[in-house]
């Protein structure tokens, strides 16, 4: 008997028949002997109906009462996810964030869990009935309703699992695991048994969205074994793992990710002194607008390139900026460009292969693939290229790095 | 500089241009120099919305969940109505049922408010800021979110007026007060400025929906002065009041009430021994069919007629049971109508006026209308007569008991 603690996004609570669906999924594991805690998402669509209320009432609601607004609409959820259950003869009950005690700060709109009392949880899974937990929401200590920011209802599943000392905290989503790649982009990509927590956040920072990167990096921090499976699909899904897999398991490259919402900017020719590029960064950052990669190539004549990349919506804003700061800094132009993309390949094997980077630049010149920059941490390394290459990079990569299919999946 | 409790209900805040509309009529109290508490209900259309999803799942969800399920639409209103006033410069503060501690039994779907804790409503009002408080809604003791049942707002509204001993509790509605009977059917109907809460009972309970009767009661009970105002229009109202009135104010008949929703049965011929009358209702009791009015006239010839009304949608029940109850008792024979109604006269000057009873019999018929069974109490007489007749008497007695409006209301 273990216990599981299921997380179900919006679109697998998306309506009444899929609400069916989730409580037979629910009874299954229950009739198996296990005990179960589930965390769901609102009915999709609703927390933007939500939304679009407030908006109609003012442009700048106050965050409190956003929390109050929005936290509506998993407990819509979790009454109706008990109600069907019941239905099905299990004793189920619905806990939102307060009834259940997930203490958050009182950061409205992005709050961080902080505490959660088990023992309402604990009582109704010692009498042998099913716990249903509203997602996303919680109290802080003056009893004001929070919320933890969108997707975050991932984070919910991972904090009880973490509390409870739940076997598995598994997140049931519209995929059936974590793949290889984009099997959009790549359709022999491979869906992946296991992915240790190090790649998976990789992955999902860079743009992977199968998992909210705060939930990877809670379960990771309290060793929360996390299973990514599909709501709709049966089948083992993805494990994202704390343990040391064999050298067998453990490829050089474990995925490759993509990123089309990027844009890089460069001033030329800027004198290389120091303090130069935190005079090009900090108004950067003062207008709220989040680089990613930085690349500063060793100076030639006294003077360097200074390269970053932005997401793609702050291009303008951040190429007028460094206008400015091209005037400012006696720098010979600012330049940029938005129709680029970032590749990244993932894989803590890479630690012990020197020949990745190589491999890959050869790769990538093999299909005449300029690449504009590049950067690399301990398990991954990203290169920036024109936007148009894209599908032909990351299909010559999979490929090369032998992540294909053996059989090309239906 | 006064407390006022304010309660808007669906129609008032069915949308969003409508909450805006509620936020000036707050903001203009609040401007005025008043402490204002505000409760409101769901958005009209949401609670059933609700219901709506809970039976797609069951046919017979679980009241907990239910309660769970619906005290969201009131939720969504107050973080709207927070906004608004918010947006406005005012400082409002919502608070659910849970948040302001309104503290009910454990009878899921009709609650009953035991406590109110005042120190989370105070600490606003004191700072100089606007309450806002999800009505129908509660929590009982092992923190289970409850309702107080449909139009439990009304309850919410009396509740909190009472807690806070508010100078007036203020029961916003589609309608500008209390009439002396229904608009719709007698156009010379005049609003009352002044109701006692006995009449205001009489009328609630024969049907006249301006108020939920249990409020009223409760206002009663703890001598909350209440008004029922338009959201829509200006004006005082109607105030209910437990002042002893002049005689000048104080009519011999405040108002007419009716209802169409009455069916009645007879049982005819009945053997007029001790204990048959309980012989003959507790099997319609045990059916859970309530009884309004019962009429037995006194025995002749050993043998009685014993008649009483139910709900018009309850009738073909109650006539399958009298019909074996009247083999059952040896009675002669059981029958029944649907094509009545009922038509009530109340006024608490009826005490010291002998002659109300006369008049009104007099005055039916004359206009030809044959009374079918009456019923009187201390402020009030009912009889009933054939539903085709109902405009007819209605508007005959108002004219009669000078009731009418000197001018045509507009």
Redesign the interface.
């Known amino acids: 008997m273990a216990l599981y603690v299921q997380k179900y996004g919006g679109t697998s609570v998306g309506s009444?028949e899929r609400?069916?669906a989730v409580a037979d999924k629910v009874k299954s594991f229950h009739d198996a002997g296990h005990q179960i805690v589930v965390a769901v998402s609102a009915m999709s669509g609703e927390t933007n109906r939500?939304i679009g209320?407030?908006k109609?009432?003012?442009e700048n609601?106050?965050p409190?009462?956003?929390d109050?607004?929005v936290?509506?609409g998993e407990?819509?959820t979790?009454?109706?996810l008990?109600?069907?259950l019941?239905?099905r003869g299990v004793d189920a009950?619905?806990f939102?964030g307060?009834?259940v005690g997930i203490k958050t700060d009182s950061s409205y709109m992005k709050a961080r869990i902080e505490d959660i009392d088990t023992s309402a949880m604990r009582k109704q899974l010692d009498g042998g009935g099913v716990v249903i937990v509203a997602g996303f929401q919680g109290i802080d200590d003056d009893?004001?309703?929070t919320t933890l920011g969108r997707g975050g209802s991932d984070t919910t599943g991972v904090a009880l699992a973490a509390a409870l000392g739940a076997d598995e905290c598994q997140i049931y989503t519209d995929v059936d695991g974590v793949y290889t790649t984009d099997p959009r982009v790549v359709p022999a990509a491979r869906r992946m048994d296991k992915v240790t927590f190090e790649e998976m956040l990789e992955m999902a920072s860079l743009g992977s969205k199968v998992l909210q990167i705060r939930s990877v990096e809670f379960a990771g921090k309290y060793k929360v074994p996390l299973r990514v499976l599909s709501s709709f699909k049966e089948g083992n899904g993805t494990l994202i793992t704390m343990e040391e897999m064999s050298s067998v398991e453990n490829p050089v490259i474990s995925g490759i990710a993509f990123n089309r919402d990027e844009a890089k900017l460069t001033l030329k020719g800027v004198p290389d002194v120091p303090g130069v590029a935190s005079r090009i960064l900090v108004p950067i950052s003062d207008a709220n607008i989040e680089v990613d990669m930085i690349v500063q190539n060793v100076s030639e004549d006294g003077t360097t390139d200074f390269t970053f990349t932005v997401n793609r919506s702050d291009y303008q804003k951040a190429l007028k900026i460094l206008n400015s700061l091209a005037t400012e800094l006696n720098a010979r132009e600012a330049t940029g460009t938005d129709d680029i993309c970032k590749v990244s390949m993932v894989g803590v094997g890479m630690r012990s292969h020197a020949g990745v980077a190589s491999k890959m630049f050869k790769v990538l010149a093999d299909e005449n693939i300029n690449i504009l920059a590049i950067t690399t941490s301990e398990i991954k390394i990203s290169v920036v290229i024109a936007e148009k290459y894209l599908e032909l990079a990351v299909r010559a990569l999979h490929t090369a790095f032998g992540l294909d299919a053996e059989e090309q999946a239906e």
């Open positions: 009444i609400i069916e939500l209320l407030a109609g009432i003012s609601p106050t409190r009462e956003m109050v607004l936290s509506t407990q819509v979790i009454a109706l008990a109600m069907a019941q239905k009950r619905s939102t307060w009834q009893n004001n309703i």
